[in-house]
């Protein structure tokens, strides 16, 4: 009489249900995985950029130093005028 009529036996898990737990860490795996190699390589490829450009400002400025400095306070100037309005 400790029974209740109402209760249903457990039962025991299911293969799909394990297949399907299987395959989701799986692809969790395969995901912490791909972000890391994309960060990577994003990384990689920023730095690269970075350093050309810096490489390609600098020879501008040895270059044409007068024409740079010119560049330089114009943009400035008008930054200021842009600030103090």
Request: overall charge negative.
């Amino acid at each position: 009489m400790s029974e209740e009529p109402n209760a249903q036996p457990e039962s025991p898990k299911s293969p799909d249900i394990d297949a399907i737990a299987a395959d989701l860490a799986s692809l969790k795996q395969d995901f912490v995985s791909l972000m890391s190699h994309a960060k990577s390589g994003a990384f990689s490829g920023a730095a690269a950029t970075a350093d050309c450009s810096a490489k390609s400002v600098v020879r501008q400025v040895e270059e044409h130093p007068l024409a740079t400095l010119l560049l330089v306070f114009a943009a400035g100037f008008c930054a200021s005028q842009l600030m103090s309005r």
